[in-house]
């Protein structure tokens, strides 16, 4: 049972270059969510999924797009990267009830020069 | 959702209970409490939640105040390995997405 996995772990992007984010979990959670940390700061929320087939924007989508196509897979794309988007990017998951505490993944370090 | 304060930073000795507070003077009657923490370029890892009674499990005890506006997690017994940002987290439980926000926390450094 490997909780919640994302990769890769670490990336290197030049501005301008697309890429996609894998989140994966075998939990059969409904909900998965993606966030950024940037230095000193806290996560905010990007966009999250209530289920497979569905998106909503969080507190900071833009330049972020995310596609739920499975139910224990998330992705988080940046089409076009900026650097403003060099961050932490985290995935967690969790269930579909009222007090449901979410799981997360141990991040993506992205490096946009 | 409710604003919560939390103090940038704690000190706690080896092997004694950490006692981390959090102000939540808004909380709403509906509003629960969560505790995350953050050990360093980890993953946020739960760690308890409450309502309005106090609650323990296998990692902390958490004391929420009668009236509401106050919390203290409680680490009883502190290891090294209980470094890290602590993040106080108020939010509505229904059957939506649980959309967290996350403060600065709480920087709580375990001493030898």
């Known amino acids: 049972n490997a909780g919640v996995t994302q990769t890769p772990k670490f990336r290197v992007l030049k501005t301008g270059q697309s890429m996609t984010l894998l989140c994966a979990q075998d939990m059969n959670h409904e909900y998965m969510y993606w966030y950024r940390q940037d230095p000193g700061m806290g996560l905010r929320l990007i966009h999250y999924?209530?289920?497979?087939?569905?998106?909503a924007k969080g507190e900071v989508p833009d330049g972020y797009n995310v596609s739920r196509l499975k139910k224990q897979n998330f992705l988080l794309g940046l089409e076009s990267a900026a650097p403003s988007q060099t961050s932490v990017y985290f995935c967690?998951?969790?269930?579909?009830?009222?007090?449901?505490?979410?799981?997360f993944g141990d991040g993506t370090r992205l490096s946009i020069l | 959702d409710a604003k919560t304060t939390q103090p940038p930073s704690m000190d706690c000795a080896e092997g004694r209970a950490a006692n981390l507070p959090c102000n939540h003077s808004t909380i709403s009657g509906n509003e629960y409490v969560y505790w995350y923490r953050q050990i360093h370029s980890q993953g946020p890892q739960y760690i308890i939640h409450g309502l309005k009674n106090n609650e323990t499990n296998e990692m902390a005890s958490l004391i929420i105040t009668e009236d509401r506006k106050s919390s203290t997690l409680i680490l009883p017994h502190a290891t090294l390995r209980d470094t890290a940002v602590y993040y106080c987290i108020v939010r509505v439980a229904s059957g939506g997405a649980q959309k967290l926000v996350f403060g600065q926390g709480t920087r709580l450094t375990i001493n030898p």
């Open positions: 967690a998951s969790s269930y579909n009830r009222q007090v449901q505490p979410q799981h």
């Open positions: 999924s209530v289920g497979e087939g569905t998106t």
